[in-house]
């Protein structure tokens, strides 16, 4: 019989940062069993499940990121004084500047760990500075829980929303490990009124969130996981060694991966919380059909689309209301800013400003067409026509979100538009069939209508609790199947 070993037993609750905590590792089982045994053995008490709640979030969040945790307890501390100076001041410009104190804050943590040497390396080359970038980490799920304390505060400042007078549920509503490291991103003023409900979980709300959970590990770790490790890195990695045919598979598959790893992730989270009594509304609602740019942002990474639109659009740069020019202006600042958000790489600008750029030019298209849109509106074929042009830009935009480099996007436009051909097609469907079957059923997924759960939820929320194991089990075996030695960190996980 080997010997126990306690050093290597203990070490798997301690931070390791090539194995983070995430819903996709085994370790996650264990947490979660002792955190719903604790939440369920207190459910009827509301502040032992906040304690309970917070406490398991902040361990979650030590094992995703090490001790950057207590950056999310500072932000935690300084906004929910902040919130309540403010809602207490009756002075506006004294509450403008305990705003203006929380935004500073809120963004030059940001700032500092995102993109100190961004502006580094733009000196260094615009100005030949010749400054050293800095040894930064980027702590993980800091852009989301950042956005969640500007809501916060700008929620509070505008009067839309009382701050909550205890402590320990502000903690909760920013720590809470389902949406912390990679969202969605949640209002406070939707989510921490449901703390200080009764906990009462339905049949349905169990049917619902067992749905989400299994879908979603489903949609992550098979499809997206599969595909990216056999196609999507392979291809992106050097686009100028393969074919165009190849190129363009690539991105369609990207396309779905995306889709498929965040909308996984969002949710598994979305299905977790329903367990514990708290509603997060959806994040993505089939964005792949959208027959406009401006439809598929409000299908696409829903929390993330409205904060932009509410808070920066229309709050900071006055949305629509200084004229027609400026709308144009705004929608471009708000969708560049959107995409510096995900990453400090250029990259990431001009997929932003190709977004924001399209978005202009509908709002012009519906100005100036409203006859012609309202004469074929209803045609079948103008649809089918307006959702393909729109799939296929957001696929063309995907080209810089994923590609590693400037020259690496540009390697992948050029290979597409010179030299594509059908001729490699057998050879491509040969080395690649089971990559191609898995984004069928990716895009077969995309095109379920999005109330269908809702509407299956009363026949099956019945259900005996051996048939929610056999449904788990079944994934389990399937998983198996497609699993890799190597991990697939999430994509939104960089941000």
């Known amino acids: 019989m080997p010997d126990f070993n306690l050093a290597g037993f203990l070490h798997q609750f301690v931070y390791d940062a090539s194995n983070p905590l995430l819903f996709n590792n085994g370790f996650f089982v264990y947490f979660f069993a002792a955190f719903i045994s604790l939440y369920y053995a207190f459910r009827n008490n509301n502040m032992a499940r906040s304690y309970i709640v917070s406490i398991f979030s902040l361990y979650f969040f030590y094992k995703a990121s090490g001790y950057f945790v207590g950056l999310v307890l500072v932000a935690a501390v300084a906004d929910y004084a902040l919130s309540n100076l403010i809602y207490r001041q009756q002075d506006k410009r004294k509450k403008q500047w305990l705003l203006a104190f929380s935004i500073i804050i809120n963004l030059g ?28 980490l980027l702590p993980v799920g800091i852009s989301f829980y950042t956005f969640e304390n500007l809501s916060y505060t700008i929620d509070v400042y505008r009067g839309e929303f009382e701050p909550e007078k205890k402590f320990i549920n502000y903690l909760l509503f920013l720590s809470f490990f389902p ?44 499809i997206s996981d599969y595909i990216t490790l056999n196609l999507v890195n392979y291809i992106f990695d050097d686009p100028l060694r393969h074919t165009g045919l190849e190129c363009l598979m690539a991105l369609f598959a990207y396309a779905i991966v995306i889709y498929c790893d965040f909308s996984g992730y969002s949710d598994v989270a979305i299905g977790i919380a329903k367990w514990l009594g708290i509603t997060i509304p959806p994040n993505f609602l089939s964005p792949y059909q959208s027959k406009t740019i401006t439809e598929f942002w409000r299908r696409w990474h829903i929390s993330l689309s409205s904060w932009l639109k509410d808070y920066l659009y229309i709050f900071w ?52 067409a409203k ?34 480099t400037f020259d690496a996007a540009i390697g992948m436009i050029h290979q597409i538009g010179t030299n594509l051909s059908l001729s490699v097609w057998p050879e491509f469907f040969n080395n690649y069939h089971n990559v191609i ?43 198996a199947q497609f699993k890799s030695s ?3 960190m999430p994509i939104y996980l960089q941000f």
Not at 193 to 210: E, I, R
């Open 109 to 136: 943590l940001l700032f500092y760990f995102k993109y100190t040497n961004f502006f580094i390396a733009f000196s260094n080359q615009a100005f030949n500075t010749g400054i050293n970038p800095l040894n930064i």
């Open 179 to 222: 949406k912390l490291v990679m969202g969605p991103i949640v209002r406070a003023k939707d989510f921490i009124p449901q703390l200080h409900k009764p906990y009462v979980l339905k049949q349905d709300d169990f049917a619902k969130g067992f749905y989400l959970i299994v879908s979603g590990l489903f949609k992550k770790l098979v």
């Open 317 to 368: 740069l006055g949305g629509n209301r200084k004229g027609r020019i400026r709308t144009y202006v705004n929608l471009f600042i708000t969708m560049l800013l959107g995409g510096l958000w995900h990453g400090h790489e250029w990259n990431f600008v001009i997929w932003g400003a190709l977004h924001g750029i399209a978005l202009a030019i509908h709002k012009l298209w519906m100005e100036y």
């Open 371 to 404: 006859g012609f849109i309202a004469r074929y509106d209803e045609s079948r074929v103008y649809n089918a026509l307006a959702q393909l042009l729109t799939f296929l830009f957001v696929c063309f935009c995907w080209i810089f979100f994923k590609a590693l």
């Open 437 to 479: 079957y898995l984004m069928l059923l990716g895009y077969a997924l995309h095109l379920i209508p999005d109330n269908l759960p809702d509407r299956i939820m009363p026949r099956v929320q019945k259900a005996p609790m051996v048939a929610y194991v056999l449904v788990f089990f079944v994934f389990l075996v399937v998983y």
């Open 486 to 488: 190597v991990p697939v």
